[in-house]
C-alpha cells in the first residue's frame, strides 16, 4: 500500500473519473456530477500535498513524482475546484449533455496531472494528448442558438490546429530520439547538450517546443485562440485559457532545460516568439468589443510576458515563468466568474454589457476589478510581482532590448484592461437593470479568487521559494 502512496491525486482523479462515467449512464444527474467534482479536486489538492515530499516512479522511470510535480499538481487541482463551482448553471451546455461535460472535464485534468509527471517522451504525448481530446469534445457541447454554430467552427479549427501541432512536436521527438537514441528525458538531458551546436539539434528542440507552444497560444501557433474562446461555452473557455497553460509550462520547462544559458540560438528563437506574441495580441486587443476575445488576444500577450522567463535559460527564469503562469490562471479565472455570472443565457459578453455592473453586483464588479489589475500588472496584485520576476530574470542575463519591449507592451495592455473597468464603473446605462443574484458559492468563489490574486502579489516569496525549491528535480532528472 505504501508503495501506491506517492501516487494518490492519480488514483484519486481516476477513480473519480470512474464514478463520473457512471453517472452519465443515467440522466438528469448533472448537479450529482458537479459535487463529485468538486470532491475530487478538493481530494487531488489534499492528496498533492500530501505527497508533496514523495519521490517515486512507475513504467521503468518514464513516469516520476517529485516535488516539482506534486506542487504543479496542487497548483491544477485548485484550478479544477474553481472551474467545478464556477460551472454551477452551464446555461449554455446542451441539458443532455451536462453529465458527460463533468466527465471530459474530469478527463482532460487527468491528463494534465499526468503530464506533469510524464519524464519520457511516450508517456508526455500519451498525457498530452489525453488532457486535449476531451477539450475537443467539450468545445462543440455548446448549446445551438438561431443562425449562431459558431461553436462548431471553434471545435474544428482546435481540432485541426492541435493535430498539427501534434504531428510538428512528434517529428521533433523524432529528431531528439534519433540523436540520443532514447525517448528517456534524462537520458536525453546528459546526451543531447553536446550536440546543441548542430543544426539538426536545434530543430528537433525547435519543433518539439511546437506542441507545448500551441498550448500556450504562442504566435504563430495562436490562430485557435481567439475563435475558440468565442466560440465555446463561458465554462469551457475559462478551462481553456487557465490550466492547460501551466501544464505546458511546467513540461517546457523540462525541455528548455536542455540548453545552457550559452545556448545563444535556443534564446534568440525564444526572444523572437516572446516579443511577436506580446505585440500581435496587445494590438489586437485595443480594437475587440467582446470580452472573451479580447481575453483570447490578451492570453497571447500573456504566453509572450511567460517566455521572457525561458530566454533567461536559467533556474531564475523558470521559477518566474511558473509563478507568473500560476497567477494568471487565478487572474483569467477572477475574470470568468463575472463573465459567467453577467451573461444572459450563456451568451457572450460584450464590454458594453458590463456597464452598471458596480450597482448590479457589486461583488463582481470588485472581483472583475482586481483580476484586471492584476493582469494589467498594476501593484500590489501578481500580475505585477510576476512582470517583476520576469524582468528582473532576463535582465541579469543581459536582455536588455527585451525588456524594454515588455515594458512598452505592458504599458499599451493598460489601454485595454482600462476599458473593461470604465465600462464597468462609469459605462451608462439604458433603463432600469436588473440585481444579478449570487448563489453562497459564487460569493465564496469571488472571495478566494481575490484573496488568492492579492496574497500571491503581496507574499510571493514563499511561492517562489516553493517552486524554485522544487525546479531541480525538473531540471535535474536525476534517477
Known amino acids: 500500500m505504501n508503495a501506491l502512496f506517492p501516487f494518490l491525486p492519480e488514483l484519486v482523479i481516476l477513480a473519480g473519473a470512474l464514478v463520473l462515467f457512471f453517472l452519465t449512464l443515467g440522466t438528469g444527474r448533472e448537479a450529482?456530477?458537479?459535487?463529485?467534482?468538486?470532491?475530487?479536486?478538493?481530494?487531488?489538492?489534499?492528496?498533492?500535498?500530501?505527497?508533496?515530499?514523495?519521490?517515486?516512479?512507475?513504467f521503468d522511470g518514464a513516469y516520476r513524482v517529485d516535488a516539482f510535480s506534486q506542487l504543479l499538481k496542487a497548483i491544477v487541482a485548485?484550478?479544477?475546484?474553481?472551474?467545478?463551482?464556477?460551472?454551477?448553471?452551464?446555461?449554455?451546455?446542451?441539458?443532455?449533455a451536462r453529465t458527460e461535460y463533468y466527465l471530459f472535464l474530469s478527463l482532460s485534468i487527468t491528463g494534465l496531472l499526468l503530464l506533469v509527471s510524464s519524464v519520457d517522451v511516450i508517456t508526455l504525448f500519451?498525457?498530452?494528448?489525453?488532457?486535449?481530446?476531451?477539450?475537443?469534445?467539450?468545445v462543440p457541447m455548446r448549446r445551438e442558438r438561431t443562425g449562431q454554430r459558431s461553436q462548431m467552427e471553434?471545435?474544428?479549427?482546435?481540432?485541426?490546429?492541435?493535430?498539427?501541432?501534434?504531428?510538428?512536436?512528434?517529428?521533433?521527438?523524432?529528431?531528439?530520439?534519433?540523436?540520443?537514441?532514447?525517448?528517456?528525458?534524462?537520458?536525453?538531458?546528459?546526451?543531447?547538450?553536446?550536440?546543441?551546436?548542430?543544426?539538426?539539434?536545434?530543430?528537433g528542440l525547435a519543433l518539439t517546443f511546437a506542441g507545448l507552444l500551441y498550448k500556450l497560444a504562442i504566435f504563430p501557433f495562436h490562430f485557435w485562440t481567439p475563435d475558440v474562446y468565442e466560440g465555446a461555452a463561458n465554462e469551457t473557455t475559462s478551462l481553456i485559457a487557465s490550466l492547460p497553460k501551466?501544464?505546458?509550462?511546467?513540461?517546457?520547462?523540462?525541455?528548455?532545460?536542455?540548453?545552457?544559458?550559452?545556448?545563444?540560438?535556443?534564446?534568440?528563437?525564444?526572444?523572437?516568439?516572446?516579443?511577436a506574441s506580446m505585440v500581435y495580441g496587445n494590438l489586437i486587443a485595443l480594437v475587440q468589443t467582446d470580452l472573451k476575445r479580447l481575453l483570447g488576444f490578451s492570453g497571447i500577450a500573456h504566453a509572450g510576458y511567460a517566455l521572457v522567463g525561458f530566454v533567461a535559460l536559467d533556474q531564475a527564469g523558470y521559477a518566474a515563468a511558473l509563478y507568473y503562469i500560476t497567477g494568471y490562471m487565478v487572474m483569467v479565472l477572477a475574470c470568468f466568474v463575472v463573465i459567467c455570472h453577467v451573461s444572459k443565457d450563456g451568451t457572450n459578453v460584450a464590454i458594453s454589457e458590463l456597464a452598471g455592473l458596480h450597482r448590479r453586483a457589486p461583488l463582481l464588479a470588485l472581483t472583475l476589478l482586481v483580476g484586471i489589475f492584476a493582469l494589467a500588472g498594476i501593484p500590489p496584485f501578481v500580475g505585477f510581482m510576476g512582470k517583476l520576476g520576469l524582468l528582473t530574470a532576463a535582465l541579469a542575463r543581459g536582455?536588455?532590448?527585451?525588456?524594454?519591449?515588455?515594458v512598452i507592451n505592458s504599458a499599451v495592455a493598460v489601454y485595454y484592461y482600462l476599458r473593461i473597468v470604465r465600462a464597468t464603473f462609469f459605462g451608462e446605462t439604458e433603463g432600469e437593470q436588473t440585481k444579478i443574484a449570487l448563489t453562497p458559492a459564487a460569493i465564496g468563489?469571488?472571495?478566494?479568487?481575490?484573496?488568492?490574486?492579492?496574497?500571491?502579489?503581496?507574499?510571493?516569496?514563499q511561492v517562489v521559494d516553493a517552486i524554485a525549491n522544487a525546479l531541480p528535480a525538473a531540471i535535474a532528472l536525476a534517477p
Open 32 to 58: 450529482t456530477a458537479r459535487w463529485v467534482s468538486i470532491g475530487l479536486a478538493v481530494a487531488v489538492f489534499v492528496g498533492a500535498l500530501l505527497t508533496s515530499c514523495s519521490s517515486a516512479t512507475l
Open 246 to 275: 501551466v501544464a505546458a509550462v511546467a513540461v517546457l520547462v523540462r525541455f528548455v532545460s536542455l540548453a545552457s544559458p550559452e545556448t545563444t540560438a535556443i534564446a534568440t528563437l525564444l526572444t523572437c516568439l516572446a516579443i
Open 399 to 406: 536582455h536588455t532590448a527585451l525588456v524594454i519591449i515588455t
Open 445 to 461: 468563489l469571488c472571495v478566494v479568487l481575490m484573496v488568492v490574486t492579492t496574497a500571491l502579489g503581496v507574499f510571493p516569496t
Open 126 to 138: 500519451i498525457a498530452l494528448e489525453l488532457s486535449s481530446y476531451p477539450l475537443y469534445l467539450l
Open 78 to 96: 485548485f484550478g479544477y475546484g474553481c472551474i467545478a463551482f464556477l460551472s454551477g448553471g452551464l446555461r449554455d451546455i446542451r441539458t443532455e
Open 154 to 203: 471553434s471545435a474544428v479549427k482546435y481540432i485541426m490546429f492541435g493535430v498539427a501541432a501534434n504531428g510538428v512536436m512528434l517529428f521533433g521527438l523524432g529528431y531528439l530520439y534519433g540523436l540520443t537514441g532514447s525517448t528517456s528525458l534524462p537520458v536525453i538531458i546528459e546526451k543531447l547538450p553536446p550536440l546543441l551546436g548542430s543544426p539538426l539539434a536545434l530543430t
